[in-house]
């Protein structure tokens, strides 16, 4: 994997990755105004979890039509400058977290809050310590999967696939070792289902100041079960599911693909290595070679449920930067709203309100069609 | 307020809510099968959360015309026999928890699960003990507003409105009375953005075999802030929130409503009492009044924001049955998915997967349009 670094325009970092040595970065001919974020992480007293507040995102580019896609390769209106690419990660021009937001200086000296970054910043929405506040620091990127604005991360060849892995791993790597960030995390979101705002296949990544909640709940129970049982959570969770059987989807040598007991989504599925590792980046190589043929075998699959390409969100779960890494196991979480060939999961009161997922779909049956579909 | 009991014609209770003496209801003249759900939660043993799956959910009614509308009093598609009424309540025909489900005679003299009804059976998934399960005992009713199809609870005359308050207490009431009963949960989900399946103004509610995720980790910090301050948390933030004053939106003597200082969605308000009290059942009859005319405001404040009906859920969080009692206040969420007047917030991978909520519209401005729209 070669790796070449450039700036567009107005600053910001943009990294290619390719199979072949040799790309020369073509300079971005744009005169793009430079990016000004209003990026502000808040804590809610009331859950204790921190929500971002990004004023500046409401006016972000919605569907453009297909001649003005800023992910296609060159062109006046691409963020991309180079004529042709393999894999391209940059930073996102409408952040909801950036280490260009601005920081106040009179709060530099402040106490580490309470789940946030080590070199979080804080200070209080009107000053009141009932509502504790750091500015949205760290760092949004999007990864491009391929320079076809009409293709799919399924039907990519396998070398592309371990190529956008070899990219995530070192996004990883790259965003852990900034001062802003706590926690990497590496998502795709795929169709307008769930309010994709651009069709080009890509994913993105997100470098947070804190620890998010989900990680933050799951670092408690892994914490706990430790304490009760000497076990590993993540890996006897694992055990267990290849113990049941019923839910396993496909097994490799370093991987297990399953639909997880209590899966909340109507189609759900984990990804879970066999071995203990924080993150991509902690990934052999073999163990990136067989998640290639894996993962791109579990997207087909997901395409064929409904014979038509799923809306989903791919998300992994990585270990913060700064504490848990033997506590969580890096996972792909891989979920789809679709719940019919012509119905959608909504996410209303019960979810949204209460945080109590109801889920029409056994996990036994997902497991049992996504078997079927491969 | 007058309260009338009936049952369907599958034994289903039915319960009409009258400002007058003297409804004899109607007799349900329809042959319809017994009621069969299969409700079963299972904790997500990765964040110790309940899962609630129902097979049996996926076939529910979906839209139907509106000359074959269930909630419109009446004819033989109807779930309501009586050809007119004020407010009624009854059992969902498809309900997420019943306690009906059959509950397995062997695992009868079970231990209490972690977070589960005191009187929960637990058992486990592939027999599995990282896999707990149980019964997805409870209730889950649908309340409506009114016989009126094209009516909105914003446009009721205030009496109605009391009148549902009423309806709404009282079977807070009836619910926590129930065994199967842990939590109680009521609110209404309104506009097909966010997949409401019956256009009839109508809400829901549902009696929880557990403690929910949002009130468990609410009741985690209201007991660590008694700890560490003496104080009582919601009160505290009323009153900080009141002090500021930038993101009230009114206040009367007995409630306030205001938009919270960390708020996750692009139009959220809370609407908070005075006095600490745990639930809907435990207001004063001032309090109700008050609820009345500040809850119908709030609702057409929302209706003025886009100038067309806000698609919104509005939830009712109410302190446990057994426990928590002094810590949790009664308050109400109402929170939108509307960011413009042509957009929608998606729920995607920061939110959905990690539990980070991304907001693009600063609280303290929807508070002010909020306040304009009066």
Redesign the interface.
Known sequence: MFRTRSRLADGREIIYFDDRRGRVPVPDPRDLPAVEPRCES??????????????H??TRT?LPPADQCPLCPGGPASEIPDPGYEVVSFENRFP?FSARTPVPARSAGSARPEGSASRGVLDA??G?E??PRMPGTGRCEVVCFTDDHDATLARLPLSRVRLVIEAWAERTSALSAMPEVEQV?V???RGVE???TLHHPHG?I?G?P?V????A??L??ASAHRDATGGE??G??LA?ER??G?RIVRAGEHWTVFV?????WPVEAHVMPHRHVPDLAGLTEDERDELAVLYRDLLRRCDALYGAPLPY?A?W?QAPVGEGRDLLRLHL?L?SIR??PD????????E????????????E?VAERLRAAG
Chains 1, 2 share one sequence.
Do not use: C
Request: charged share 20%; proline share 6%; no cysteine.
């Open positions: 808040r804590r809610d007293p009331l859950t204790g979890e921190w929500v971002t507040i990004t004023a995102r409401n919605f909801s929405v009107d009141h009932l509502f995390f998502f795709e979101n769930i309010g994709v993105q997100y947070y804190f998010t909640p989900r990680t709940r799951m408690e129970r959570l993540f006897d969770v267990a113990a049941a019923s997880p007991a209590a899966a909340r969100v998300g779960h979480q979920f719940r019919a119905k959608i999961k909504y996410l209303a009161g019960s949204s309100g209460m945080g109590a997922w109801i889920n029409d779909v056994p996990p049956r």
